[in-house]
Nanobody, 115 residues
């Protein structure tokens, strides 16, 4: 059984930084994509960033230059470093694992950017 456990959300002022972490457990195939999605209040869930197990990355235009995704394959962990946060980054952030055609999701962590 695959589980994703997220940590690192919270309240931060505009311009501040936060780092999210997500660790996968269970039977994890070595070739996979891990990423972060977010769902702002009243809106659809959207891709923030993703990273392949071989290292290639993909970012939403709205976070390019501000967010950095990385992973530690040995620890089965993906990170999202978020800098220069804006109020519009406020959302529930979900960790995602795509493996063998199946999507797995974490429980979500709230990120609130407010003064």
């Amino acid at each position: 059984q695959v589980q994703l456990v997220e940590s690192g959300g919270g309240l931060v002022q505009p311009g501040g930084s936060l780092t999210l972490s997500c660790t996968a457990s269970g039977n994890i195939f070595s070739i996979n994509v891990m990423g972060w999605y977010r769902q702002p209040p009243g809106k659809e869930r959207e891709l923030v960033a993703s990273i392949h197990s071989r290292g290639s990355t993909n970012y939403a235009d709205s976070v390019k230059g501000r967010f950095t995704i990385s992973r530690d394959n040995a620890k089965k962990t993906v990170y999202l470093q978020m800098n220069s946060l804006k109020p519009e980054d406020t959302a529930v952030y979900y960790c995602n694992l795509q493996m063998l055609g199946i999507n797995y999701w974490g429980q979500g962590t709230q990120v609130t950017v407010s003064s």
